[in-house]
């Protein structure tokens, strides 16, 4: 399947419209959010501050799916979805291709607080939970045209096998038409600036490749360039609020701020600040949410994935170019305040889903 120069055309002239559109200001986004939450735990914060815009009726969730089978990344979406009051979200996971994180050392990281809200979630192992190929048709097909927004903030697994999709009892329409009439956007945490290998495009670059090469409605990039110093988290960290999974994540995973201070090889600083942890996820929602316009300036070009290792590069365009990445306009400092903002709101349907 390769992008013809029609398609190219109107992929362009999608993308001027996006930029027009988010100048205007768009109503409330209508999102999918398509996670990896296995192995980092920025996609936790991320989900956090899709609920709280969501509770301000800035946006709607239509589902959670997950790209990595053989782990916990949708439980972690069930008990996150529980305790915002909205454990009905349709949550769903890739199958066959891509990433199993049946990986002992990263199911440590979200074991204890799926233990600790166990009744809240449905599919322990994302394997049980719907094809999320399903889920997104279905949840596609219901909306009107023009109206979704797919935030990734993992690997490109599940959009890859979407625009494959054949037609079906759903709908008539193949994956990339189903895509080109719904999806209003996609807003992408992937790849590196100017080039190089990020871990979201890198771990299945097939799948990246067809999905990026052949992607038929705008697309934003923040990419790790963007979030790598931007910093968030750790408000939420040592609030000491209780019953909330968010907070037990990040209290659980970030570093002090003397062991960030003591860290003389800078490995912990390649990833957590003062702030907290690298925001990368927590962007891309912002983006999917609120636009580009009050935090990002834009450049246009062009994303691919060069090789079968999983690099990529940027190629700059600013008249043709089909996709836009996120550079500095608001200070990151700033912008990981409103996400620590956002991450702290108390949940407005709190309580909704007792756990005793
Ligand atoms: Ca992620």
């Not at 002090?256 to 962007?283: I, P, Q």
């Amino acid at each position: 399947m390769r992008m013809d120069k029609k398609a190219r055309k109107t992929a362009c002239l999608a993308a001027s419209a996006a930029l027009a559109l988010f100048a205007l200001g768009a109503g409330p986004a209508k999102v999918v959010f398509d996670t990896d939450m296995y192995t980092d735990f920025d996609d936790a914060g991320a989900l956090a501050i899709l609920h709280a815009m969501a509770d301000a009726g800035e946006c709607e969730i239509l589902a959670t799916v997950a790209n990595t089978r053989d782990c916990m990344s949708v439980a972690m979406c069930e008990i996150i979805n529980a305790y915002y009051g909205r454990a009905d979200i349709p949550v769903g996971c890739s199958r066959e291709l891509g990433k199993s994180g049946a990986c002992p050392g990263h199911l440590k990281r979200y074991q204890a607080v799926v233990d600790r809200y166990g009744k809240w979630v449905k599919h322990r192992n994302s394997s049980d939970a719907p094809d999320a190929n399903e889920v997104y048709r279905r949840v596609l097909a219901a909306q009107p045209d023009g109206s979704v927004t797919i935030c990734s903030v993992g690997f490109l697994t599940n959009l890859r096998r979407l625009l494959e999709t054949k037609p079906d009892a759903i709908s008539p329409l193949d994956g990339r038409a189903l895509v080109a009439r719904k999806v209003r956007l996609w807003v992408a945490m992937a790849c590196k600036y100017p080039n190089g290998k990020e871990y979201n495009s890198m771990m299945d670059p097939e799948s990246s490749r067809i999905a990026i090469d052949n992607w038929p409605t705008p697309v934003v990039f923040t990419d790790f360039e963007y979030g790598r110093d931007c910093f968030a988290g750790r408000v939420l960290a040592e609030s000491g609020v209780a019953g909330n999974p968010v907070a037990d994540v990040f209290s659980g995973n970030i570093p002090s701020r003397d062991e960030v201070r003591r860290d003389s090889a800078k490995l912990l600083r390649s990833c957590y600040g003062m702030g907290g942890r690298a925001a990368w996820d927590e962007t891309a929602v912002l983006i999917a949410v609120r636009g580009t316009k009050p935090y990002f300036n834009v450049e246009r070009g062009r994303y691919s994935m060069v090789g079968t290792d999983g690099a990529d590069e940027w190629a700059p365009d600013a008249e043709n170019g089909p996709h836009i990445r996120v550079t500095e306009k608001m200070s990151k400092a700033e912008v990981g305040r409103v996400i620590d903002e956002l991450l702290c709101r108390p949940p407005a349907n709190v309580g909704r889903y007792p756990l005793n």
